[in-house]
């Protein structure tokens, strides 16, 4: 039988076998630190534990449309046809003072259908989707796109922004059927 590398987490090393039981257990509580509290006798950090917590969480809220995804032949075909929106979207964060970056998750507000938006930047650098043209074009040259998006709350207090929904469903559908841009 094939095992899993161990996880490279941000602390240290830790075997798959470990991280899996604690991510069962870290389901079981509503909050962050109802979780650590129950693991106060661990040899694990703090961020260790936050990290592990919101891998369980993530899991659980996504369970609904793994499922769904794993209907369909296409991820075209899964994104076209299910009612189920996530409740929130990943999305990869370009560090402002650094070439490195990495992915975060935003609560998604709602669902927008045949929105008009744009994205300013550059083509390694795009993020979100706004209404406003103008602040779009802050930050490069502005892509226009009408279609389905879902409106997300990253703290941005200048204008609404969105992320493609199709995209985001994509994501889920290529993890529902174990792809992976390697596979692709």
């Known amino acids: 039988m094939n ?30 630190e109802q979780f650590i509290k129950s693991m106060e006798d661990t040899d694990l950090t703090k961020s260790q534990l936050i990290e592990i917590w919101n891998k369980a969480q993530e899991q659980v809220a996504e369970q609904p449309l793994i499922e769904e995804a794993k209907k369909y032949e296409t991820a075209e075909e899964f994104a076209s046809n299910t009612n189920i929106i996530p409740e929130s979207a990943r999305v990869w964060i370009k560090s402002k003072f650094s070439d490195d970056g990495g992915y975060t998750d935003f609560p998604i507000i709602r669902k927008e259908e045949n929105i008009t938006l744009y994205q300013g930047g550059s083509e390694d650098v795009r993020q979100f989707w706004t209404p406003n043209k103008k602040y779009a074009s802050q930050f490069g040259e502005v892509k226009e796109k009408t279609g389905t998006f879902y409106q997300v709350d990253n703290g941005n207090r200048m204008t609404d922004v969105y992320v493609d929904a199709k995209q985001q469903l994509t994501d889920i559908y290529n993890k529902a059927h174990n792809l992976s841009i390697e596979t692709l």
Request: glycine share 6%.
């Open 3 to 32: 095992y899993p590398e161990d996880k490279e987490l941000k602390e240290g090393k830790m075997d798959w076998g470990r991280e899996y039981l604690l991510k069962q257990e870290a389901e079981l509580y509503p909050t962050v």
